[in-house]
């Protein structure tokens, strides 16, 4: 079973570009999930997709990002002007329903940096 | 106050050590508690996975909650330089819109000399 995967694994971009970062879950997972790290800090939530709806965007940072997820399949991240502290880590993670005992699987996550 | 305290190290032990990692938390409202291994360059991969108070055994990780303290920890028995990682803590409450999202620590770069 292929795991989440993200594309692209790594991105430079200069400030005021847009980038956009996609993931693709695991097959069948409705759960799909946003997270962020940048550098010297925690792994932050962004936001948390169920299929096709946006269930909890409480961590998106500010209106330059976007995140979509069209059909319930994949979905993309876009950064609409990046600025400097948008560098870092985005992982993407997808799940089963959220419960006991259910694991979130993390892609390797996509390196961008804002210079 | 962070939600979640993690000394971030580095740690480095010999070989065959027992490792401890720890983490303390503010939050009264977290319900599941977990520890993710994580290689350079690569995602957050889950370890253990415990939902109460108690110690949570799986070959040679033990997970232990101590929710009245908030205060969780993992040890790792008879280490090896494959498990050279950082290790993440993270905690998940129901958020209220629907959502188990992820707490995490900083993480502890734990190097195991051979």
């Known amino acids: 079973e292929a795991g989440v995967t993200q594309f692209p694994s790594h991105s430079v971009i200069e400030k005021g570009q847009t980038v956009t970062l996609r993931c693709d879950p695991i097959?069948?997972?409705?759960?799909l999930y946003w997270y962020r790290r940048v550098m010297g800090k925690e792994i932050k939530f962004l936001l948390h997709?169920?299929?096709?709806?946006?269930?909890?965007e409480s961590g998106m940072p500010n209106n330059r990002f976007l995140a979509e997820r069209t059909g319930g399949t994949y979905s993309t991240l876009k950064v609409q002007p990046a600025e400097l502290e948008d560098s870092g880590v985005y992982f993407c993670?997808?799940?089963?329903?959220?419960?006991?005992?259910?694991?979130?699987?993390f892609g390797q996550g996509t390196r961008l940096t804002v210079v | 106050q962070k939600e979640v305290e993690q000394d971030p190290g580095p740690l480095s032990v010999p070989e065959g050590a027992i490792v401890s990692l720890n983490c303390t938390y503010s939050?009264?409202?977290?319900?599941?508690f977990m520890w993710y291994r994580q290689y350079s360059r690569k995602g957050p991969e889950l370890l253990m996975y415990?939902?109460?108070?108690g110690n949570k055994e799986d070959g040679r990780f033990t997970a232990q909650v101590d929710k009245s303290s908030k205060y969780i920890s993992l040890f790792i028995r008879d280490s090896q330089p494959s498990d050279s990682a950082t290790y993440l803590c993270?905690?998940?409450?129901?958020?209220?819109?629907?959502?188990?999202?992820?707490?995490f620590g900083k993480g502890t770069k734990l190097s195991v000399i051979p």
């Open positions: 993670a997808s799940s089963h329903p959220p419960g006991v005992n259910t694991e979130a699987f």
């Open positions: 097959s069948g997972h409705d759960n």
């Open positions: 997709f169920v299929k096709e709806s946006k269930q909890d």
């Open positions: 939050n009264s409202a977290f319900q599941y």
């Open positions: 415990t939902y109460s108070s």
């Open positions: 993270a905690m998940s409450a129901y958020s209220g819109a629907g959502s188990y999202q992820l707490t």
